[in-house]
């Protein structure tokens, strides 16, 4: 971790604070080091301690960033101010720096329904005509095509390699499969190839400004609440272990 990093931790999980990730990330890209990046919210916090797998992930990740709203709001409870980072922007600012100049950094786009994948390539490929976007495969392949898509990322090497499986599918996989491309940086990204090939839409600034993305996802998603009973129980938790300071 560079010098600018900060080791915190929200409920027993690390997240790691610093003023510039794009800088850190660009300069791991360079150097050919492995690194996964997990972007950490409050559902992911709750899930984690039900699902051992996945607190192992966050606990291995070398880069673990405030992506919700709610570990803002625990980091404030306990007098920490920070600046949420969702996950979607990591990733955008981390492509327009690489496509700023041609690179040598192939990349990969994995996830999402068949098509999302490549039309979201097709979109940023558009957009920044430098980025050397190597390969895309959506995220249902049955367990044959899973094998054929390790044995393409071992002869790719992309350097990067974006995964939009959701949570926690998306870390449990690159946490098993790392070792195929060992100098790429990993990202988990959800469902980031639905915004950038315009299936879906994100939530307007105001709301995100107002740490209430979660509503809109809610709204166009209704399914959702189940998975979103997490977060009253995550407020809970970081209230109690506020109070006892834990
Ligand atoms: N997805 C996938 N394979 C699966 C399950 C889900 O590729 O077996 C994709 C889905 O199409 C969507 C993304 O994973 O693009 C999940 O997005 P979501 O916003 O739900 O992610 P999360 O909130 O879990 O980060």
């Not at 492995?34 to 606990?59: D, P």
Request: charged share 15%; with cysteine.
């Amino acid at each position: 971790m560079s010098e600018a990093a900060l080791l915190d931790s929200v409920l027993g999980l690390p997240v790691h604070l610093m003023d510039d990730y794009i800088s850190w990330l660009r300069s791991r890209l360079k150097q050919e080091i492995g690194t996964h990046v997990i972007t950490l919210n409050a559902e992911m916090t709750i899930q984690a301690e039900q699902h051992t797998a996945l607190a192992q992930a966050i606990q291995q990740a070398e880069l673990v960033i405030p992506d919700g709203a709610g570990i803002v709001l625990y980091m404030l409870l306990r007098g920490k101010r920070i600046q949420r980072c969702p996950g979607i922007e990591l990733a955008e600012l981390l492509l327009e720096s690489i496509g700023q100049t041609p690179t040598p950094y192939p990349i990969f786009f994995y996830g999402g329904a068949p098509g999302v994948a490549a039309q979201a390539a097709k979109n940023w490929q558009q957009q920044s005509p430098h980025l050397q976007i190597a390969g895309t495969e959506h995220g249902y392949l049955s367990a044959t095509e899973v094998e054929r898509l390790k044995q393409t990322l071992q002869k790719l090497q992309p350097r990067l390699i974006l995964v939009g499986l959701g949570v926690p599918r998306q870390e449990l996989w690159i946490a098993q499969n790392r070792y195929l491309c060992p100098q790429a940086t990993w990202i988990g990204v959800g469902g980031s190839f639905d915004i950038w090939a315009g299936t879906k839409s994100r939530a307007p600034a105001w709301l995100g400004n107002n740490h209430l993305e979660w509503l809109y996802r809610l709204y166009q998603e209704p399914w959702r609440w189940r998975r979103m009973s997490a977060l009253p129980k995550f407020a809970g938790k970081a209230l109690v272990s506020r109070l006892t300071q834990t």
